[in-house]
């Protein structure tokens, strides 16, 4: 009886909706933007997009009189796109020249400088106290 319901629910058509608005949304003229002319170069924008979607019901207990005590739905959706690259169309050939996020390479970077700081002082025995034996003493273990 509760999946009665929740099949029945008013959000379902809208949910139907939404995603079919969504998948269109992702189609090839997002993808590839409107090619500019400039000095005898065509240059065509590519981007990225993705897609996404939610949703969820519930009913609640029947009481004895067959009223429902409670339920609800809801659903939620969105897209998102961002620029990649750039094909460039010339004379002498057609190169495709990505777009850098130097947001994303600064953090790695930070992200790799940090686990090596960790690691190498972890390995030189910086703060092991009464933690055994640091990489530098069973070296020197080893070879004596």
Not at 18 to 40: C, D, I, K, W, Y
Not at 56 to 84: K, L, M, Y
Not at 86 to 102: Q, S
Request: some cysteine; overall charge positive.
């Amino acid at each position: 009886m509760i999946d009665e319901k929740i099949a029945k629910a008013p959000v379902t058509g809208s949910v139907e909706q939404v995603m079919t608005e969504l998948v269109h949304s992702a189609n090839v003229n997002a993808v590839f933007g409107q090619p500019v002319e400039r000095e005898g170069a065509t240059i065509i924008p590519c981007s990225e997009i993705a897609v996404g979607l939610g949703l969820g019901s519930g009913a609640g207990p029947v009481d004895e009189r067959g009223n429902s005590t409670g339920g609800g739905s809801g659903a939620g959706g969105g897209s998102r796109g961002r620029p990649v690259a750039v094909i460039v169309v010339t004379r002498d050939g057609v190169r495709v020249e990505p777009i850098l996020d130097l947001t994303k390479v600064a953090l790695a970077g930070l992200t790799t400088g940090a686990f090596m700081l960790l690691w190498l002082g972890r390995l030189t025995g910086l703060g092991r106290k009464g933690k055994g034996p640091s990489f530098t003493q069973l070296e020197k273990a080893i070879k004596a």
